[in-house]
């Protein structure tokens, strides 16, 4: 499969602050303890500020993976969330503040464990899609949001706020889209998510004709082979993923790979 690219702001998939280090934004404290609050009748959690760059560790997410609530979606903060395996997810409908999960244990991919079933090599080999990298960011988050009538669903979570704070991101070379085209050129697929330190953190996919988000997949995980990129991140599990080569692993395990250089 032959993946095109064309390069973001800061280059494909770049890591504008160089080879991983703490982001220089904020930190970890325990001082948020003082402001855990009731969100559910059995669950608490940490209510972080807006006026502060600032996480409870980690390691104190609940069961289900929510660490804390407020903040904002700043590119700073998501920045410094995806350095810690920290992620925002919550209905925009439902919920006036954002929720930040970190869960502990990690469904993701490596890119040469990739499986790619007889049907899909089929369907790669007939050349009736193409895959590109970041040429349409735009089309991509909005296919996302849109498809399948997503957003007018009951839990929608990829509003307006969510886009414009990963468009943002995807400007400054923090977010990376993967997009599929028809014979005619018509976007019919395609992924978006966060890149650090040669690690893809997967947000959404989509897909208007059949396979489509699969072939985006594949394509990702191609093109991070060739870059010796290490590990998609899938954040929540579906059978899908799990038969294209998704895994568990450990929250420590997960921050580890995130955490260790990549070759250059």
């Given at each position: 499969m032959v993946v095109e690219h064309l390069e973001a702001p800061f280059g494909v998939f770049s890591d504008p602050f160089g080879i991983f280090g703490a982001p220089p934004f904020g930190v970890f404290s325990d001082n948020v303890a003082e402001t855990k609050q009731t969100v559910k009748a059995t669950t608490m959690v940490f209510r972080i500020p807006k006026d502060e760059l600032i996480f409870p560790d980690p390691h104190l997410a609940e069961d289900d993976g929510l660490l804390c609530i407020g903040g904002d979606l700043s590119p700073e903060r998501l920045i410094l969330a995806y350095h810690h395996g920290i992620f925002p997810w919550f209905s925009f409908r439902d919920r006036h503040s954002p929720h930040w999960y970190c869960p502990k244990q990690r469904f993701v991919i490596?890119?040469?464990?990739?499986?790619?079933?007889?049907?899909?090599r089929t369907l790669i080999n007939k050349g009736k899609y193409r895959v590109s990298i970041n040429q349409d960011f735009d089309g991509?988050?909005?296919?996302?949001?849109?498809?399948?009538?997503?957003?007018?669903?009951?839990?929608?979570?990829?509003?307006?706020?969510?886009?414009?704070a990963y468009t943002a991101l995807h400007r400054m070379g923090w977010a990376a889209s993967v997009?599929?085209?028809d014979e005619e050129d018509h976007l019919v697929g395609g992924l978006y998510g966060v890149t650090v330190n040669g690690c893809f953190i997967g947000e959404s996919m989509f897909s208007l004709v059949p396979s489509a988000s699969k072939l985006a997949l594949i394509g990702l995980a191609y093109h991070m082979q060739d870059m010796g990129w290490k590990l998609i991140d899938c954040q929540l599990e579906t059978p899908h993923l799990r038969s294209m080569g998704a895994r568990f692993i450990p929250y420590d395990d997960y921050m580890s790979i995130l955490t260790t250089p990549r070759c250059q």
């Open positions: 490596f890119p040469d464990e990739i499986h790619v079933s007889h049907s899909m991509v988050i909005h296919g996302c949001s849109l498809a399948q009538n997503r957003i007018d669903m009951e839990g929608a979570w990829l509003g307006d706020d969510i886009i414009e997009e599929v085209w």
